[in-house]
């Protein structure tokens, strides 16, 4: 499995990135995309994250993104997007996505594949 992950960039506070997670080679009916971020000097944290189970989709975020994030998937291009609006200085971040072939977890550990991270810089 390869994760690519892209989108990031510099913006002004209260503007708006699309963060965009290319998957290739998943297997199984139950698959996690998460996105997690990691700000300068903190530990990973937990974003945002979909599940897709059979005809089922699932999405999770943390508290301090929602209602500004929203995380989907585009089945034709086999990726996961972030879209993120009303930014803060507090989500300049370097951004992952991660999977793994089960249902949701909040925990960095329970993934088993990331992608490369790309850095969101909110400017205030």
């Known amino acids: 499995v390869q994760l690519q992950a892209s989108g990031g960039g510099l913006v002004q506070a209260g503007g708006s990135l699309r963060l965009s997670c290319a998957v290739s080679?998943?297997?199984?009916?139950?698959?996690?995309v998460g996105w997690f971020r990691q700000a300068s000097g903190k530990l990973r944290e937990f974003v945002a994250a979909?599940?897709?189970?059979?005809?089922?989709?699932?999405?999770f975020y943390t508290e301090a993104v929602k209602g500004r994030f929203t995380i989907s998937r585009d089945n034709a291009k086999n990726s996961v997007s972030l879209q993120m609006s009303s930014l803060k200085p507090e989500d300049t971040a370097v951004y992952y996505c991660?999977?793994?072939?089960?249902?949701?977890?909040?925990?960095?550990?329970?993934?088993?594949?990331w992608g490369q991270g790309t850095l969101v810089t909110v400017s205030s």
């Open positions: 991660a999977s793994r072939a089960a249902m949701t977890s909040l925990r960095s550990t329970d993934y088993d594949y």
């Open positions: 080679g998943r297997t199984g009916s139950t698959y996690t």
């Open positions: 979909i599940t897709w189970s059979g005809a089922s989709t699932y999405s």
